[in-house]
């Protein structure tokens, strides 16, 4: 779908984007391929599109052969969409809010894909909910703000490291990740825009207790991050539990969160569960 397409759709149902659902559509055809390329769409695949607009990647996923499921919050968009896609069986359209219906709902997504161009107002949150949900994707292939990009992909010890790192590393292995121009998308955003790719580990860290203990304990220890992580986590678990994890997984008593490993922190989810 061209720039121009998108216009006179926008134009002839008096539609005005708002910034409050994030509505910024990519157009730009090399982008789109680019993003389901990322996904590795193959014929007869099940794949979730959060947020499809007027539907240009749609037309790519659908193009593909993939069976797609299209969740989007804006009524408005609802009826272009239906008379759009309306001769393809390979698109279940609902007019739904995501997050909510992730939040509320419990589906079995493990064998399914995510690609979408997420809604900047709740793409970090539907990310969330998608990995740590009971069956989660096998692949996930979003474009996000660059920002929320570089929080996920980061490594300990660097700014961007915190909570939606480790929530979604959990689960997840960051494969790929390229830039998007803002010239590619209507309006363009004030923000730089960036696609990247999870891949679903293929087998599970933790047990569906320590994983629970986990997300705990990884809100907790960076609920202020520049206090000692272990002051932090005395809220939940006693001091001479703790002072044994610290011995046992030989981690710094003066430690802050962001000096953690993802790694160390498995371990201590662990060790803290059993």
């Known amino acids: 779908m ?13 539609i005005r984007l708002t910034k409050s659902l994030g509505q910024n559509f990519l157009h730009d055809q090399n982008q789109i391929k680019r993003i389901a390329d990322a996904a590795e769409i193959q014929p007869g695949e099940k794949v979730l599109e959060i947020g499809p607009g007027l539907g240009p990647l749609t037309r790519e ?9 299209a969740l989007e919050i804006d009524q408005r968009l609802i009826e272009p969409l239906t008379i759009l896609f309306e001769t393809n ?15 509320k709902e419990t589906f079995d997504w493990s064998d399914w894909k995510l690609a ?12 969330v909910e998608l990995a740590l949900s009971k069956h989660p994707p096998r692949r996930m292939t979003a474009t996000l703000q660059s920002e929320v990009v570089d929080r996920i992909t980061s490594a300990h010890n660097t700014k961007s490291y915190g909570v939606l790192t480790l929530l979604i590393k959990a689960h997840f292995e960051s494969i790929d990740r390229f830039r998007i121009p803002a010239t590619c998308f209507f309006p363009e955003p004030d923000i730089e825009s960036s696609c990247v790719t999870l891949a679903r580990r293929p087998k599970a860290l933790l047990t569906d207790e320590a994983m629970i ?11 202020q991050r520049r206090k000692i992580v272990w002051k932090l986590l005395r809220q939940r678990w006693k001091p001479e539990q703790l002072e044994q994890a610290q011995k046992q997984l030989n981690l710094d008593p003066m430690v802050r969160a962001q000096a953690i490993t993802f790694e160390q922190f498995v ?8």
């Open 61 to 69: 996923l659908l193009a593909r052969k993939a069976q797609v499921r």
């Open 267 to 274: 371990s201590l989810a662990d060790f803290l569960t059993h």
């Open 116 to 127: 979408a161009n997420l809604p900047y107002s709740v793409a970090s949150p539907v990310l």
């Open 89 to 103: 069986p390979n698109l279940t359209l609902e007019h739904v809010d995501a997050l909510r219906f992730l939040k």
């Open 213 to 223: 203990t986990y997300v705990s304990l990884v809100k907790l220890a960076f609920s």
């Open 2 to 14: 061209t720039l121009t397409e998108i216009k006179q759709i926008l134009r002839e149902r008096n």
